[in-house]
């Protein structure tokens, strides 16, 4: 008999545990960070819940953005979403499209929690607003492309960091000269940097109707903007030497390429900025500066890259009560600071980054050099081609656009080439979206 | 031959109901939706979809690259299954001969079945990273030999190697099986009679190998059309320029990524007629050279 004494204690606590939290109204948080990140913001939760006793965040990690987006439309279809889903901007066309999310905007008003949205910066919250500006999902994880470069490389060669892509090739050229042996510039072809921050960034856009905002009958242009001219540079740069290709199939990715003292430039997010600080060899000097433009153009804002918070609809008024709070927590000031601290991401709001300039966090390493990011991302006022980009199939358009860019790399044809094909196709890949959305309007 | 019958048919079917409905539930529901669903816009989040009859069909087979995706799957399976079969069976003749310490090799030679793809595309990655390893000797003795990330016959090589070497486990199997289950006193009456062991192997374990070789060849064929995804997506990601864009991972990458459900559902089915077809015409034309014994 006396055995079971411990068993049937254990039992009753068990029992109070889980009527101690089921008082606290559960709702459920899917997230497609993993590795580090991932660990980061399940701790978020932590501290969501650990403020709260009437709320609990249920969070659970997914490998990837597509592998999240993947399961919560698996799990809407069966009635069991999640109420918050993070998401990435490429990933949200269909999302837009169905209408089935509460916009945050509206869910705070709604729950008469104020939100201050015009200290958000506005190159972020465009992003995730409909065309007419109201915020459909809240600003999360942000970042944006800037060009990192080894300093010690660029000493001994005698040039300034570049600012604009002239004076890249020369620095290029520079460090070739003072050590034939390095690798210049470690390229890895991205979508999100050689297209569509570098477009933003030229005021130049990707596509017609205003990068999509405008209407459904949208095409693809950059096979006829500075883009080519672009691609046909890197090109270029390869083939002369100055440029080597560095991707996980060649072994070494562009990041790694950089951190490991092999190559003197490589751009890539800031959200990198942590990673290379955890990577870097020994006595690596290395900073960043933003992406250079062409000479003749003038610099306009970066668009931000990352993902946001989506409120799924479906889902009951507590569920939205949770999620509001939960939001109006990530919006503080000290959540945001904590946030950024402790990954590479920047600010989404004002007073947050000038709280930190304020007290110094971007004065010494190790986050000296981020707030270059923000310098890019704030550059100019959002406008018509810099806002963001409002195109549906935006993942397959990338894989066309990967596919053919690797296609010219290879030699097997000419970057024009490529990039038209790369349009025709993604072309395709639009009309066949504007069709499974019939009659419907891009919000 | 004798047969045995259950005489009352409710037994039977209760028998059968477990498995009949497991692939009912696993097979034709889901082939059935993806059936409708290759004949419709599908929209991800739900909310509705328009019929659009054959023009699912018709953009894929209209697409040159999907012809091109075909074609590297033909060429994936052709290649991995010659490799994976012919490795199988030298090992299995060697193990079968008993050669010194063959119980530890049948041990070892069984293990890769049971590694999950993407750790064997992982591990592989590693191995024919063109800047470390081996690789890199080969490179720096013919410079520029080889490199998987630009080159889409090296990158095609490499998924080949990886997808047989984790088959070669599975064929060896069977191999041994059928080797084993040769009646020694044949073997012996050839060895009487003057041959060696090459010819023994020639006229004797060869055509009787035969059964075992064709079912084999079936699950080979059928495995590398369907199951190469996990290879594909840590080694390559179907690049360079699509050059290990094989259909299983193109199925995946529109219909999963791309959220473009009707066209996967539209390539799944073509995938699976095109390896309908194919085992068919293996038991046609390769089947009756089979002779069971």
Redesign the interface.
């Known amino acids: 008999m006396n055995k079971s004494y411990p068993a049937l204690a254990a039992l009753a606590l068990a029992f109070c545990a889980t009527t101690a939290s089921a008082d606290k109204i559960k709702f459920d948080y899917w997230y497609g960070l993993s590795g580090d990140l991932g660990v980061t913001l399940a701790e978020t939760c932590n501290r969501f819940n650990a403020s709260q006793d009437k709320y609990e965040a249920v969070c659970t990690g997914y490998d990837g953005y597509?592998l999240v987006?993947?399961s919560a439309?698996a799990a809407?279809?069966a009635g069991k979403a999640p109420t918050i889903l993070q998401s990435f901007d490429a990933?949200t066309a269909?999302?837009m499209?169905?209408?089935?999310f509460y916009p945050v905007q509206k869910m705070m008003a709604d729950f008469g929690i104020e939100i201050d949205w015009a200290n958000y910066f506005p190159g972020i919250s465009n992003y995730y607003a409909s065309s007419k500006g109201e915020l459909f999902s809240m600003p999360f994880n942000s970042s944006t492309a800037v060009m990192y470069y080894n300093a010690a490389d660029l000493e001994k060669a005698g040039v300034a960091p570049p600012t604009t892509w002239e004076e890249f090739e020369a620095a290029l050229k520079a460090v070739k000269a003072s050590d034939p042996a390095r690798c210049g510039f470690a390229y890895e072809p991205s979508v999100w940097i050689d297209l569509e921050q570098f477009s933003a960034i030229h005021n130049v856009g990707i596509a017609t109707n205003n990068n999509g905002y405008d209407g459904m009958d949208t095409t693809f242009t950059f096979n006829t903007t500075l883009h080519v001219k672009h691609m046909e540079n890197i090109q270029r740069w390869m083939t002369e030497g100055l440029a080597e290709?560095k991707?996980?199939?060649?072994?070494?990715t562009s990041q790694d390429a950089f951190a490991q003292n092999v190559c003197t430039f490589y751009t890539g997010s800031i959200a990198s900025h942590s990673s290379i600080h955890l990577k870097a060899v020994e006595g690596l000097a290395w900073d960043v500066i933003m992406l250079p433009v062409y000479e003749g153009n003038t610099r306009h804002n970066s668009v931000v890259g990352g993902a946001s918070l989506w409120v799924l609809s479906g889902k009951s008024e507590d569920e939205y009560r949770g999620a509001a709070e939960y939001m109006k927590f990530l919006a503080t000031a000290e959540s945001e600071k904590w946030w950024v601290s402790n990954t590479g991401y920047i600010p989404v709001t004002k007073s947050a980054f000038e709280q930190l300039t304020a007290e110094g966090f971007y004065a010494a390493a190790p986050y000296k050099g981020r707030e270059v990011a923000m310098q890019s991302l704030t550059f100019t006022e959002p406008g018509p081609l810099t806002r963001g980009y409002r195109l549906g199939?935006m993942?397959?358009v990338r894989?066309e656009w990967?596919?053919?860019v690797?296609?010219a790399?290879?030699g097997?044809k000419t970057m024009q080439e490529a990039l038209d094909t790369a349009v025709e196709?993604s072309n395709?890949?639009l009309a066949?979206f504007a069709?499974?959305?019939?009659g419907k309007t891009l919000p | 031959m004798r047969r045995a019958y259950f005489k009352n048919n409710w037994v039977s079917a209760l028998m059968v109901a477990p498995q009949l409905l497991i692939i009912f539930i696993f097979f034709y529901w889901p082939t059935s939706q993806a059936m409708y669903w290759a004949f419709t816009l599908e929209q991800p989040w739900g909310g509705g979809n328009t019929w659009v009859g054959f023009d699912n069909f018709r953009d894929i087979l209209s697409d040159s690259l999907y012809w091109y995706s075909i074609q590297v799957s033909v060429v994936y399976a052709l290649g991995s299954t010659v490799l994976a079969v012919g490795m199988a069976i030298i090992l299995a003749v060697f193990v079968d001969r008993q050669m010194r310490g063959f119980k530890a090799y049948k041990i070892g030679l069984i293990w890769p079945y049971a590694i999950a793809a993407p750790a064997v595309g992982l591990a592989f990655r590693f191995i024919f990273n063109p800047t470390a390893g081996i690789m890199l000797y080969v490179n720096h003795v013919f410079p520029g030999v080889w490199d998987p990330s630009t080159s889409g016959n090296d990158a095609m090589i490499m998924v080949i190697v990886a997808g047989a070497w984790k088959q070669v486990a599975y064929n060896f199997i069977f191999f041994l099986a059928g080797l084993q289950s040769i009646p020694r006193s044949l073997l012996e009456a050839g060895a009487i009679d003057g041959a060696r062991a090459l010819r023994r192997m020639r006229d004797i374990q060869l055509p009787l190998l035969a059964p075992t070789f064709f079912f084999v060849l079936v699950i080979n064929i059928t495995d590398s059309f369907t199951d190469s995804f996990g290879i594909v997506d840590t080694m390559t990601g179907g690049g360079p320029a699509r050059a290990t864009n094989l259909m299983v991972f193109k199925i995946f990458n529109d219909g999963f990524q791309g959220l473009d459900y009707s066209g996967a559902a539209a390539q799944s089915i073509i995938l699976m007629f095109l390896v309908v077809a194919l085992t068919f015409v293996q038991f046609r034309y390769i089947e009756r050279k089979v002779h069971y014994t």
Do not use: C, H, N, P
């Open positions: 597509e987006v993947q439309i809407f279809r990933g269909d999302l499209m169905s209408g089935e290709l991707t996980a199939a060649s072994g070494m199939s993942i397959q894989a990967k596919s053919e690797e296609a790399l290879a097997q196709r395709g890949l066949k069709k499974t959305y019939e």
